[in-house]
């Protein structure tokens, strides 16, 4: 497992010199980036199936299956799993397309040494924000599922949640105590 400030990017560009360049920029950038490259859509997806990433990085003018055909059969596999587009084709329709289609980020490649700056930034705050929403889940699960009773109250004393444990103590449901002062129970 890695740590916790590791991040473990796959990207997926059919030009294996771009490629290279990307992967060398992100890990001067942050050496806390590990990037997979492939080389295209389908060997990105092979690599999807065997490994755990943090995010991906894709071209969109790919042979065979372009980047916005990547990312539907990513999201089919993964839902939420931060994908950035990173194209050299920068277009209205493309952007349009992208977003429909779930992208994470969009970003044009452009012959400057900072868009890597712009990339892994932008590359840490989406993999935080996934982290981040991962953990929230986790805990709002064990909340629910937890056996004992919970509930939260705002400082007016009234509840802004009840797990299903707390309101079966009282022989409430726990949408009739939220929003209700806690002596209803008294």
């Given at each position: ?11 997926v ?20 980036f ?15 199936s ?26 089919e ?15 209205e ?16 490649k452009k012959?400057?040494?900072d ?6 930034n ?22 629910e ?30 949408d ?5 002062h ?5």
């Amino acid at each position: 497992m890695h740590s916790e400030a590791s991040i473990h990017v796959l990207h997926v560009d059919d030009e294996p010199e771009f490629a290279e360049l990307t992967s060398e920029f992100l890990k001067r950038e942050n050496d806390d980036f590990t990037v997979t490259t492939a080389t295209s859509a389908s060997e990105g997806v092979e690599y999807l199936s065997r490994g755990d990433f943090d995010c991906i990085v894709s071209d969109y003018d790919m042979p065979t299956q372009n980047g916005i055909d990547f990312l539907k059969s990513v999201r089919e596999m993964f839902p939420d799993l931060p994908f950035v587009l990173f194209t050299g084709k920068g277009s209205e329709e493309i952007a349009g397309e992208a977003i429909s289609a779930g992208v994470t980020d969009y970003l044009q490649k452009k012959r400057v040494a900072d868009q890597y700056t712009v990339l892994a930034n932008r590359l840490r705050n989406a993999v935080e924000r996934h982290r981040a929403e991962k953990e929230r889940k986790r805990q709002r699960k064990a909340i629910e599922t937890a056996q004992e009773g919970i509930s939260i109250l705002n400082e007016d004393g009234e509840y802004i949640y009840v797990n299903q444990a707390y309101a079966d103590i009282y022989g409430y449901d726990p949408d009739e105590m939220e929003g209700e002062h806690w002596e209803l129970i008294y």
